[in-house]
């Protein structure tokens, strides 16, 4: 069955260390995969995308991640954080080029302490 | 910065009501979707619509769900008798294109049902 695991529901992290986000999905077929972030009050905006190519991508505010085909895995870093990093972040896939028809993981609330 | 809009942001209602969200996409967005969280669980995708028909749907989208593009700008989903478990937050999403999975997401509409 095709899934998608985010195995950490929370993580707090103090401001200015790195941080790592785990994805994991479970496809034998092609996938594209995706962060979303989600702060408070707003709706879901994309931070990166891997479609093809790099396996290393780079999204906005300074996250990147990193696709292992080999671990099924997809996770987020950013070598220092902010208090304004603060929000849920979303791992999703599209499997087998199925249009946008994205399979969410549990998300991530990433919460930044001064 | 073009965004797709959610109204109304909290709508309470009585279980068996019907009862329509809408959105506003952003203009020159060809795809629309759906996707609904329920409380402490995934974000999971409901339905996909393109050239005025629906394009993909998941199980959940039973046939007390429907879909419509009423006119050149709005997005509805409605709901002919709702229940219990259809509380939850509905996102709605558009995109240019297909395939790519970029989506861009409203800030959602919460549905209580009592």
């Known amino acids: 069955a095709q899934s998608v695991t985010q195995l950490d529901s929370q993580v707090p992290v103090f401001e200015e260390a790195p941080v790592e986000l785990r994805c994991n999905y479970s496809?034998?077929?092609?996938?594209?995969l995706f962060w979303y972030v989600q702060y408070p009050n707003q709706g879901l905006q994309l931070l990166l995308k891997?479609?093809?190519?790099?396996?290393l991508v780079k999204g906005i505010n300074g996250f990147e991640a990193e696709f292992n085909k080999s671990q099924t895995s997809f996770h987020l870093r950013k070598p220092s954080v902010h208090i304004s990093d603060t929000a849920e972040y979303f791992c999703a896939v599209v499997f087998n080029n199925a249009g946008n028809m994205l399979t969410f993981g549990g998300g991530t609330r990433l919460m930044v302490k001064p | 910065e073009p965004e797709v809009t959610q109204t109304p942001s909290h709508q309470v209602t009585q279980m068996g009501q019907e009862v329509i969200l809408r959105c506003v996409p952003i203009s020159n967005h060809l795809y629309f979707y759906w996707y609904r969280q329920i409380l402490g669980q995934k974000v999971e995708f409901l339905v996909s619509f393109y050239n005025n028909e629906i394009s993909e749907k998941s199980e959940i989208f039973d046939d007390q769900f429907s879909v419509e593009r009423p006119d050149g700008s709005n997005f509805t989903l409605k709901i002919r008798s709702t229940k219990l478990e259809d509380s939850a937050m509905y996102f709605c999403?558009?995109?240019?294109?297909?395939?790519?999975?970029?989506?861009?997401f409203g800030e959602g509409s919460r549905l209580t049902v009592l």
């Open positions: 999403a558009s995109s240019r294109t297909a395939g790519t999975g970029e989506l861009f």
């Open positions: 496809s034998s077929v092609s996938v594209y």
């Open positions: 891997y479609l093809s190519g790099s396996t």
